[in-house]
């Protein structure tokens, strides 16, 4: 469970950073 937790957190925190990444490059 700790481990899918965990997962589930990196993926949230990659998809925001490319987000930012995306919203960023774009004007």
Do not use: A, D, T, W
């Amino acid at each position: 469970m700790q481990h899918s937790y965990s997962n589930l957190l990196f993926f949230l925190v990659v998809n925001g950073h490319e987000m930012k990444f995306r919203i960023g490059l774009e004007p």
